[in-house]
C-alpha cells in the first residue's frame, strides 16, 4: 500500500505492472523518474477512479439534501 501511494496508484496497478515485491525509495524514485507506460497509464486509472468517486459522493451528498428538504 506505501509504494503504491507514493507512485500514485492502487495495488491492483502495481500488480498489473509487474510489482510484485516491496520496492526501495530509490528503486521507486526511479520508476517516477522514467514513467513507464504502466504508470502512466495506472495513473490516469486511479485520477478516474477518484473522479468518479467524487462525482458519487457529490450526488448522494445532494439526494440527501433534498430528502432533508422534502421533510421539512
Request: hydrophobic share 40%.
Amino acid at each position: 500500500p506505501v509504494v503504491a501511494a507514493k507512485l500514485g496508484v492502487s495495488i491492483a496497478g502495481l500488480a498489473r505492472g509487474g510489482v510484485t515485491e516491496a520496492l526501495t525509495t530509490e528503486q521507486i524514485d526511479a520508476l517516477k523518474e522514467e514513467l513507464p507506460a504502466w504508470l502512466r497509464r495506472e495513473r490516469a486509472t486511479q485520477a478516474e477512479v477518484r473522479k468518479e468517486a467524487a462525482r458519487i459522493k457529490e450526488k448522494n451528498a445532494e439526494k440527501a439534501a433534498e430528502g432533508r428538504d422534502a421533510r421539512s
